[in-house]
């Protein structure tokens, strides 16, 4: 394991949530609408729509605050008939070396993996392709040697046992969470080997229990939970993309020493996702 984390010229490699980024994959969200609403945030915005231009707007500053801190930032082409596809976390996720190609669980998202197929191809870089369970990468969230599979709608227990399976080397466990929520990435993400961000009321006491046994716990208030509080992105050395509006998450991480770079992507959030969703890293650096 120390020899891998240590070898830093592949072209993908994850570890954590908060390794050092240094590439990622995006897409603009041009054709980005509530078609089906997916969660609580969706259902507030499903009347007033999304303002596409100043969407795009607000993802093109974040593209430039990625590549201001050094990190390759990689744009899939976008496609009409896929009106999530901002969302490049859930298409797949990168777990050691090997980046697993997710089985989208709904209709509306089925077919944008093969876009991530065919640019993973053009890159020559290896995929293993989960074709027999559903899960999504919002629900994987990772720490060194521990994989932690929310248990949703989107992703269910044999996708965690076939991934359990399949990397011996990792501890894969098992999070249920009200379902409404979504993703796990939605209540629950680690920013650092101590540090993680929790929405505790869409939790079992047994999963809260044991995410305080390892974690300082910044707790995310429910008003803050609606704007994606623990949907933070984390790019290495304490560094976290967060929301302006979501201030007491903020203050909280500044307190434990992290730099929290502000950038405003309330446009994007009204389809249910923030940071984290909209970013799909392949390359990270212990």
């Keep these: 394991m120390e020899e891998r984390i240590k070898s830093n010229n592949k072209k993908s490699f994850c570890m954590s949530e908060y390794d050092t980024l240094k590439r990622v994959i995006l897409c603009q969200p041009q ?3 509530i078609r089906e609403v ?9 009347h007033e729509g999304i303002h596409i231009e100043r969407a795009l707007e607000q993802h093109d500053e974040f593209v430039k605050t990625l590549k201001k801190n050094d990190i390759d ?3 899939l082409p976008y496609h009409k008939k896929y009106p ?7 298409i797949g996720f990168t777990l050691g070396q090997t980046i697993f190609v997710a089985n989208m669980a709904t209709d509306v998202r089925a077919g944008e993996e093969n876009v991530l197929k065919q640019w993973l191809e053009d890159e020559e870089i290896s995929y293993y392709n989960l074709v027999e ?10 720490d060194q040697d521990t994989i932690y599979v929310g248990l949703s709608n989107r992703t269910n227990q044999k996708a965690a046992d076939q991934l359990q399976r399949l990397l011996n080397e ?3 466990i098992t999070i249920p969470f009200k379902e409404k929520y979504l993703h796990l990435d939605c209540i629950f993400n680690v920013v650092s080997p101590d540090v993680a961000l929790i929405y505790p009321h869409a939790l079992n006491q047994k999963e809260i229990d044991l995410f305080a046994s390892r974690y300082d716990l910044i707790e995310v208030t429910e008003e803050e939970q609606f704007q994606l509080g623990t949907n933070v992105l984390s790019i290495g050395n304490n560094r976290v993309l967060g929301l302006p509006v979501n201030k007491k998450v903020n203050k909280q991480l500044r307190d434990r020493g992290f730099e929290v770079i502000e950038v405003d992507i309330t ?3 009204k389809s249910g996702g923030s940071f984290r969703c909209c970013t799909l890293p392949i390359l990270r650096e212990g």
């Design 31 to 33: 054709y980005m609408t």
């Design 38 to 46: 997916i969660n609580d945030t969706q259902e507030h915005f499903k």
């Design 73 to 75: 930032v990689i744009l």
């Design 84 to 90: 999530e596809q901002v969302f490049t976390r859930d």
């Design 133 to 142: 369970e559903q899960i999504e990468g919002g629900d994987v969230v990772i």
């Design 170 to 172: 990792f501890q894969v």
């Design 267 to 269: 446009e994007i959030i």
